[in-house]
């Protein structure tokens, strides 16, 4: 099993292997919201008057590790290929 996908920060316990990378992606979609898979999150900033949004990001590739790490759901993942 040379992909590892692990929860950070690691109090949370959570580690799981995979044959291939595309296995290890299909998993990690699973954690990630909707507003991250779109690119768009809603905001409230309570400082303005009409402090209510929607801020729109790049959508990212869902077959890409690299994209879907970088997402802020994503960020608190980590993928790794391990040494055989
Ligand atoms: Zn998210």
Same mark, same amino acid.
């Given at each position: 099993?040379?992909? %590892? @996908? =692990?929860?950070?920060? *690691?109090? &949370?316990?959570?580690?799981?292997? $995979?044959?291939? !990378? *595309? !296995? *290890?992606? %299909?998993?990690?979609?699973?954690?990630?919201?909707?507003?991250?898979? %779109?690119?768009? $999150? =809603?905001?409230?900033?309570?400082?303005?008057?009409?402090?209510?949004?929607? &801020?729109?990001?790049? *959508?990212?590739?869902? &077959?890409?590790?690299?994209?879907? @790490?970088? %997402?802020?759901?994503?960020?608190?993942? &980590?993928?790794?290929?391990?040494e055989q």
């Open positions: 099993m040379p992909w %590892t @996908l =692990e929860h950070c920060p *690691a109090n &949370e316990e959570w580690s799981k292997s $995979f044959a291939t !990378e *595309a !296995e *290890a992606v %299909t998993e990690l979609r699973k954690h990630i919201c909707d507003s991250c898979m %779109t690119g768009k $999150f =809603e905001y409230v900033d309570t400082e303005q008057p009409d402090g209510v949004g929607v &801020e729109v990001h790049k *959508a990212p590739n869902p &077959e890409s590790s690299y994209d879907l @790490l970088s %997402t802020p759901c994503g960020c608190e993942y &980590e993928l790794r290929e391990d």
